[in-house]
């Protein structure tokens, strides 16, 4: 299929979309790749449908080499479904929700971890059945909080996502690594540079789980390495050991007390009184933390911050809204969780005063802070200080320490340093949650069922398109790496006389040997416009055919490098093929 400019639906723009703030949203805007429809929801055009599908092809590829098997799955979807694995209420406003005529609640799906159980559940039933690995390409629907950056973060969007089921763990482990090694093989060949970082699991539940972040300055998320050896983690899931207690001037030493589960004010009001540290504790004995957002007049971006205050009392909203004035601060809700993860400045978790010491939990979804003394019974004064985020003075009650570059890492190698990136994929261990809510179990050999262990697998098909972009681009526009490109070679008719026949000519030719070209025939169109937008599409070769034709002479440039080459016009098609 030739694409021939004169005749393609595509309209580049000289000026930027007024609501463009990072390079990918900008280019594929201009270069006609995109076009918005609505907050986070877009159309992709003939040039854009073409590197979502290479994207998708490379995918597929390597997917269907690990043996996947691909299927298509509704995006409507009954709530029975999600309402049975908690994430009808655990998804909170991230989920689209409708109704049908008859009154039944649906969903758009934000990923299909329940369906695919549902449908292997039906087909499979025997040990021998397994293992089996199935996946999709298709849309997702999550109503982000903050759709941004164009299709970098979508309310709609393209997705892989594949499911393994296991017999056993070895199974889930073996399948798990074949969809490392796969997303290693499709990131590699996508030309991205990328790391690969622990995670956390978040909504999804599970154990082990793996992010790939595509290094760029304009990710979300944050991630630290060590200096020294292989470390990677998002600073969501890093775990840096307690510190030791440190004395704080003027105070005597701190004691730290750690519990193992999950700390709420009543489980620490329990392991203080189970600690022999004679006397009995209540809930006005202690500190619960609550999150809080804050957001700075004229900011975007909201602060996430943990306050202390005593676990018997609620948050003092009008206190704290004055002590922040002009910013605006809000309570933290669960949904603003779903919908992404924050960073938290100077979380502790819930603690608990002991005479002038500070007994602290760390809440493991958000931990990124450590504490240590107090001042006795100080708990009005910590509220305003550690919101309001001052320096704390020795008897302004706590040290907060965020991941900080110059940590040491914690496998004990080297000092940590943090960049960001864009999650391009996730792989999960899913153990066993959705078999368990929907009991799939197989009959094993001797007769007995077995519970089913399963993975889930994602890659944003058309984030990883604007990742792209955002790692291979110049000030003149995009820089696509062949395998993604639109075409292979764009050839540039420039001129007035035979240019656009020959243009033409070369391209059937080129064509004919699996070259993939774009060709600028449009008449009337000056050579400084047609060049401006061939460097703004960013097909990896130009071929200009302009005024040296009259001597047999064509031009070749390099998008990348920007080298430019004579060649002669009999040459040229074997030159580029
Ligand atoms: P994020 O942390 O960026 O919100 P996520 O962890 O919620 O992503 P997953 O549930 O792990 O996303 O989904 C799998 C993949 O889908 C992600 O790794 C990412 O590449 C892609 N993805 C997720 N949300 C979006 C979105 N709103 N727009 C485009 N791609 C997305
Ligand atoms: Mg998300
Ligand atoms: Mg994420
Ligand atoms: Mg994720």
């Not at 996946?135 to 941004?148: G, L, N, S, V, W």
């Amino acid at each position: 299929m030739l694409l021939r400019m004169s005749t393609l639906f595509l309209r580049t723009l000289r000026e930027d979309p007024a609501d463009a703030e990072v390079p990918s949203h900008k280019l594929l805007v201009r270069g006609g790749y995109v076009r918005r429809a609505a907050p986070g929801v877009y159309s992709w055009l003939p040039l854009g449908k073409l590197v979502l599908e290479n994207v998708a092809g490379v995918v597929r590829e390597e997917m269907n080499r690990i043996g996947g098997q691909e299927v298509l799955l509704p995006a409507l979807l009954p709530r029975e479904y999600y309402e049975a694995s908690g994430r009808w209420t655990e998804y909170g406003d991230t989920l689209f929700r409708l109704t049908d005529r008859k009154g039944a609640d649906y969903l758009l799906a934000p990923t299909h971890e329940e369906v695919f159980t549902l449908l292997v559940k039906g087909e499979y039933s025997s040990y021998k059945d397994f293992p089996v690995i199935l996946y999709q390409i298709q849309e997702k629907f999550r109503d982000e909080a903050r759709p941004r950056a164009g299709v970098l973060r979508g309310r709609e969007f393209h997705m892989k996502d594949s499911y393994s089921f296991d017999i056993d763990d070895e199974g889930l482990e073996r399948s798990y690594a074949k969809h490392r090694d796969a997303y290693v093989r499709i990131f590699d060949r996508l030309g991205l540079r990328y790391v690969i970082v622990s995670a956390t699991s978040g909504a999804m539940g599970g154990s082990a789980s793996e992010e790939f972040l595509a290094e760029t300055p304009n990710g979300e998320d944050t991630f630290v390495r060590s200096t020294e050896s292989d470390y990677a983690a998002n600073v969501e899931a890093v775990e840096i050991p307690a510190p030791p207690a440190r004395p704080v001037e003027g105070l005597p030493e701190a004691t730290v007390h750690h519990t193992p589960d999950t700390p709420t004010i009543e489980t620490l009001v329990d392991h203080l009184n189970g600690a022999g540290l004679g006397r009995t504790f209540t809930a006005a004995d202690t500190l619960k933390n609550v999150l809080v957002k804050v957001r700075q007049p004229g900011a975007e971006e909201w602060e996430v911050i943990g306050i202390g205050v005593p676990g018997d009392r609620e948050v003092d909203m009008k206190r704290l809204e004055a002590a922040l004035e002009p910013a605006e601060v809000a309570l933290l809700e669960e949904a603003d969780f779903a919908a992404r993860p924050y960073l938290v400045k100077g979380y502790v978790g819930p603690a608990a005063l002991q005479g002038n010491k500070l007994a602290f939990y760390a809440d493991p979804r958000v931990v990124a802070g450590t504490a240590w003394v107090t001042g006795a019974d100080k708990t009005d004064h910590h509220v305003v200080d550690l919101v309001c985020g001052r320096d704390f003075t020795p008897d302004g009650v706590l040290d907060v320490a965020d991941v900080r570059d110059g940590d040491p890492s914690p496998d004990g190698r080297g000092t940590l340093y943090s960049a960001r990136g864009i999650e391009i994929g996730h792989v999960f261990q899913l153990g066993r949650k959705y078999a368990d809510a929907f009991e799939v179990d197989a009959l094993g050999p001797d007769g007995k069922p077995k519970r089913i262990t399963m993975g889930s697998y994602g890659i944003g098909v058309s984030r990883v398109v604007a990742s792209i972009v955002e790692q291979s681009h110049d000030d003149k526009g995009i820089v696509w790496p062949r395998a993604v490109a639109p075409a292979d070679v764009h050839v540039v008719a420039t001129g007035k006389g035979e240019q656009v026949e020959v243009a033409l000519r070369l391209a059937g030719e080129l064509e004919a040997k699996g070259v993939r070209v774009l060709v600028d025939d449009r008449k009337g169109v000056s050579p400084g416009v047609k060049f401006t937008d061939a460097e703004l599409l960013g097909v990896p070769t130009a071929l200009i055919v302009g005024k040296g034709l009259a001597d047999g002479v064509l031009e070749l440039r390099d998008r990348r490098t920007g080298d430019r080459e004579e060649v002669s016009l009999d040459a040229a098609v074997d030159k580029v093929a």
